[in-house]
Structure formats: structure tokens, C-alpha cells
């Protein structure tokens, strides 16, 4: 059997014995559905223009900066309904990014009781700032 092949300089046909035919007609199926995957996600940046949709940046006017001011006061109240050893757990695995293992291994304590501590602040700060 012959297969042919396609190339930027041309055509190249390849005599192949018939058991090997399967494999590489298989083989040129999988490298084209990889390449299609790995294209049809993507759109040509010609296909957009600079200012359009897709490049437009975005609009952080008053209305914005005073929604994010007063998510961060409402995370700060939050942060103090929390006990002492609460609130140094949150700061420690959010702001420090201290994994759990390394924080219980710190403190003497199993990572299922940092588990439990964390879901119980993030529990009770989830509520303040609910009714908040």
C-alpha cells in the first residue's frame, strides 16, 4: 500500500507493507486531532482588532475601587469576629501561604485539627459577612 505524505516542498508517496498500514494511518489520526486540539482554542490576533472586545481593558472606575474598599473593610471586621488562634491560622495559610501540614507540624497539631480550624473560621467569618 502506498501512503502519501504532505510536505511544505511537495508530495512524498511511501510504500508501506499492508500490517503497517493500520498503525500509521491510527498514528496520522491522533497527530491531527492533537493539532486540532491544540488550535481551536486559540482565534488569529489579525482576526481582532486592537481596541475590539477581545483586547478592551477593563473599566475600574469609582463605582469599582469603592466595591473592592469596602470588600476589604468587610474582610477586616470579619477577620476580627475571629478568636486569636483563628485569626493567626487564616493570616498564616492566606497571607504568609504557610501549607497545612507545614502549620500543624509548627504548632503540634494534627492537619485534620488545622482542617477543622480553618473551615470553622471561614465558617464564622462566611456568616459575619452575610448578616454584615
Not at 510504500?15 to 493500520?22: F, L, R, T, Y
Not at 494511518?25 to 492533537?34: A, P, S, T
Not at 485569626?87 to 507545614?102: D, N, Q, T
Amino acid at each position: 500500500m502506498k501512503i502519501k505524505y504532505k510536505f511544505v516542498t511537495g508530495t512524498v508517496e511511501v510504500e508501506v507493507p499492508d500490517e503497517w498500514e493500520a498503525v500509521l494511518i491510527d498514528l496520522d489520526r491522533q497527530e491531527y486531532n492533537n493539532d486540532h486540539k491544540e488550535t481551536r482554542r486559540h482565534i488569529s490576533l489579525d482576526a481582532c482588532p486592537y481596541e475590539g472586545a477581545t483586547f478592551a481593558a477593563e473599566d475600574f472606575g469609582f463605582d469599582t475601587v469603592l466595591d473592592r474598599d469596602e470588600a476589604r473593610r468587610l474582610a477586616a471586621a470579619a477577620l476580627l469576629r475571629l478568636t486569636e488562634a483563628q485569626r493567626g491560622l487564616i493570616h498564616a495559610l492566606y497571607f504568609e501561604s504557610v501549607p497545612p501540614k507545614v502549620y500543624a507540624q509548627q504548632y503540634g497539631i494534627s492537619a485534620a485539627a488545622v482542617s477543622k480550624m480553618k473551615t470553622a473560621a471561614l465558617k464564622k467569618m462566611r456568616k459575619f459577612l452575610q448578616t454584615g
